[in-house]
Each structure stands twice: as C-alpha cells, then as structure tokens.
C-alpha cells in the first residue's frame, strides 16, 4: 500500500480483503467504520469526500486494522470503541461489545422514568453503558453500579470520565449481596449473564473467541440465577413502587414472570425487542 489510495480506493480495499470473511453488507459498514476512526470523519464527509487522498500512516493504520480484521476479531475491539446510544465507549476483552437490544432497555427505563433525583442501582457494569446513558439522560440521578470484574469497572470508570458523567462504580460479586451495604433505590436494573452452555454452539465463533465468558454464560441447570439473585436484592433494597427492569433470554420470559410474581413483584411486564423477541422485563415493587 505504498501507493497513494482515495477513501474511494480505499474502501474498495478493505472490502477485497474481507469478502471471504464477511458479506458484502459487512464490508461495506466495516469500510465506513474504519474510515469514520482513522480519519475522525462523519459518514457524511465521507461520501463526499472519496476522491480525497489518504496520508500513508493512515492507510498503514487502516492496514494494520484488516488484519486484525482477518482473525475474525470483532471491529469493536480492533477500534478499542464502539457506539451506543448515540456515545462513544470504550470496549476491551474485560468488556462485552454493547449490543442493540440493550440501547432499548436503556430507552424504556429513560421514557417510563421522568422524575428528577432518582436513586439508580446497575448490576453487571460491563463497559457501563447502561450507567452512562442513564446518568446522560435522567435529570439530575444518582447512579451506582457493581460488577465482580476490577478490570471492566476500570473500563467502566474511563468511559464515565469520557462522557463527562458521575457513578458510583463497586466492586461486587452480586451473588454474594448480602455481604454488602446498599441503598435503597427507585429502579435497579441488569443485563447479566443469561447464555446457557447448550446455547454455545449456535453463537458466533468470534462471539465465543473474543468477549468474556463470564459476562455471557450460565449453567444450563440454574439458569436464572442471577435473576432470582438480583429479584431478592431488589424486593429488599427497592423503594416501595421502585422498578425492576431486566434483559432476558428470549427463551426464558414465562421462568422470568413466575421467578417475578413469586418474589413478590407486581406489574409484571415482558416486552419484545426490535426483531419481535422477548428481551426486556419490568417489574414494581409495591409492597
């Protein structure tokens, strides 16, 4: 690549050297996220921009950055970022990459929850997406979140600072709860661990090669366990008409409402995600 390459050139690149590994739709928004990363353009600029000549660091960093490409490493991590909820995050192997289903959990509890000083509790931090958005966009909460990976709240805590928002970050393991003081909170929410072993081998192999395990992965004989654990947390620690909210495993909503109702919750709800599936669940605390 020591010849001068457009962004046209360029992209064309790129897709030639990833078309016996992605599709042709994967390339093609492959091409543009690399190029919005090394050149810190918008997809905008970059459509009109795509005669405009590439400095050979540059194509030497796009370079660098299909090869990795090529082991299947997911482009989250061969950037080191990825987009949620219209912010930029920091994601590592200590991190599982933000997903979709996820920025619509976060969008319910913003649109249901418009009071100010609300007290907000996160369990599995993550990269702190769901902190981080919530902190972004309710008024004036006050939000905590535990995680039993020092590494992924040091991400988390990076990620907080970068979008220019205070959390409380704990190092906990959830499933040990009552070994710790909590508040008492208006909402408690989690995306945890809810992938059983028998569902592994239908799941993507860079999924499996790259993002950590213990953020994905239950036994199949207890597999909402940390869903009861989190639902006797927050029966306990819940503001009385506080809210519970969940993502789920789309197999497991009718466990979930029974789980729920039987801890004591009412209001049970279960809400599909973007492509029809069971994903979320809400609960009260009404006792």
């Known amino acids: 690549m020591s ?13 030639n050297e990833l078309n016996t590994i992605y599709s042709s739709r994967e390339t093609e928004s492959i091409s543009y996220i690399l190029l919005e990363h090394v050149l810190d353009y918008s997809r905008m600029q970059i459509q009109f921009s795509k005669t405009e000549t590439l400095e050979q660091n540059t194509l030497e960093q796009v370079k660098n950055f299909v090869e990795e490409l090529k082991t299947n490493k997911p482009i989250q991590y061969v950037l080191g970022e990825a987009d949620f909820y219209e912010l930029k995050f920091k994601v590592n192997e200590h991190t599982l990459i933000p997903r979709p289903e996820t920025e619509e959990l976060v969008h319910a509890i913003i649109n249901e929850n418009k009071s100010t000083n609300l007290t907000i509790l996160d369990i599995g931090t993550g990269s702190g997406c769901i902190p981080i958005c919530l902190a972004k966009n309710l008024n004036q909460a006050k939000i905590s979140t535990a995680d039993i990976s020092e590494k992924a709240i040091e991400t988390a805590k990076e990620n907080a600072k970068l979008n220019d928002v205070e959390i409380s970050f704990y190092n906990r393991d959830i499933l040990k709860w009552m070994d710790f003081n909590w508040e008492k909170y208006d909402i408690i929410v989690s995306n945890p661990p809810y992938v059983t072993e028998a569902e592994k081998e239908k799941m993507e192999k860079n999924v ?34 506080g809210k519970l909210y969940f993502e789920i495993n789309e197999s497991l909503g009718n466990e979930m409402k029974e789980l729920l109702k039987e801890k004591g919750f009412t209001n049970i709800s279960l809400h599909k995600d973007i492509n029809g599936k069971n994903r979320m669940m809400s609960a009260i605390k009404t006792a």
């Not at 992965?217 to 029966?235: G, N, Q």
């Open 3 to 15: 010849q001068l390459y457009s962004i046209q050139s360029t992209i064309n690149y790129i897709k």
């Open 208 to 241: 499996l090669k790259y993002e950590p395990h213990t953020a994905l992965f239950v036994s199949d004989h207890d597999p909402l366990i940390f869903y009861r654990t989190i639902s006797e947390l927050a029966i306990s620690h819940l503001k009385k008409g």
